[in-house]
Nanobody, 124 residues
């Protein structure tokens, strides 16, 4: 079992930055691929970014490529999402998720464990 707790969300003006953190419990964190997803009101949850168990490989949605950076610190059981040049359309609840099979994926069904989410609101 893995428990995930996100933090770092908030209200920011367009063009600003936020850094999300996701703290994980469990001794096997370092073997999991990790992902960030988001869900805006009235929309389906969508993929944002993913990182391999080692941190050596990353994968981004086209909508955030070049603006967001995913990273992880296995010693701290934490994954991060640095968000720069934020836009109003980035407003959503952001979730981190863990994929025990370790596969880098944009598909929700690959992720077995989910956090409770953190709200990010970008004002224009």
């Amino acid at each position: 079992q893995v428990q995930l707790v996100e933090s770092g969300g908030g209200l920011v003006q367009a063009g600003g930055s936020l850094r999300l953190s996701c703290a994980a419990s469990g001794r096997t964190f370092s073997s999991y691929a990790m992902g960030w997803f988001r869900q805006a009101p009235g929309k389906e949850r969508e993929f944002v970014a993913a990182i391999s168990w080692s941190g050596g490989n990353t994968y981004y949605a086209d909508s955030v490529k070049g603006r967001f950076t995913i990273s992880r610190d296995n010693a701290k059981n934490t994954v991060y999402l640095q968000m720069n040049s934020l836009k109003p359309e980035d407003t959503a609840v952001y979730y981190c998720a863990a994929a025990p099979k370790g596969r880098l994926s944009r598909h929700l069904y690959e992720y077995d464990y989910w956090g409770q989410g953190t709200q990010v609101t970008v004002s224009s």
